[in-house]
């Protein structure tokens, strides 16, 4: 993986916006947005601008539905799937005339279970606490449709 300075940055974005340029490709800055990833507690003021905008600094921030922090820690993103993983099997206990378990099954592997797993090779619990959390989730939710 290759760091990249500040004025290396600063060239790297220059580039870019000469290629949108290039390509009459129109950029929409309420979107772009910059994060420092480090495990450092301070942060090195940064100030970074796009077409004359000065890019917002986040600590958090969303790609592709993956919650993703300043120190590459994925707890946020586990908390939220395990939020609306709980609140969908609820939901399929409330609103499934059947009770058969076959039918609860499916409907666990059709509605809850690609919320579990949506990009877990991304952000897989490494810690234990994050996996004691997700794991009990998942079983959790399959204990109450068996």
Not at 30 to 44: D, P, Y
Not at 57 to 78: K, W
């Amino acid at each position: 993986m290759t760091f990249l300075r500040l004025s290396s940055f600063k060239k790297v974005l220059t580039v870019f916006v000469d290629w949108a340029d290039t390509w009459q490709l129109k950029l929409c800055q309420s979107k772009f947005q910059h994060m420092r990833v480090s495990l450092r507690k301070t942060t090195i003021p940064s100030t970074y601008s796009l077409c004359g905008n000065i890019l917002p600094s986040v600590l958090e921030c969303i790609d592709l539905g993956v919650y993703v922090d300043c120190a590459l820690s994925f707890s946020n993103h586990i908390s939220t799937i395990v939020t609306k993983a709980k609140l969908r099997s609820s939901q399929i206990l409330r609103f499934f005339l059947s009770k058969d378990p076959v039918v609860l099954a499916k409907a666990f592997v059709v509605y809850v279970r690609p919320i579990l797993e949506y990009s877990s090779p991304v952000w897989s619990p490494y810690g234990v606490s994050s996996a004691i959390i997700y794991e009990k989730a998942f079983r959790n939710a399959q204990s109450i449709l068996y």
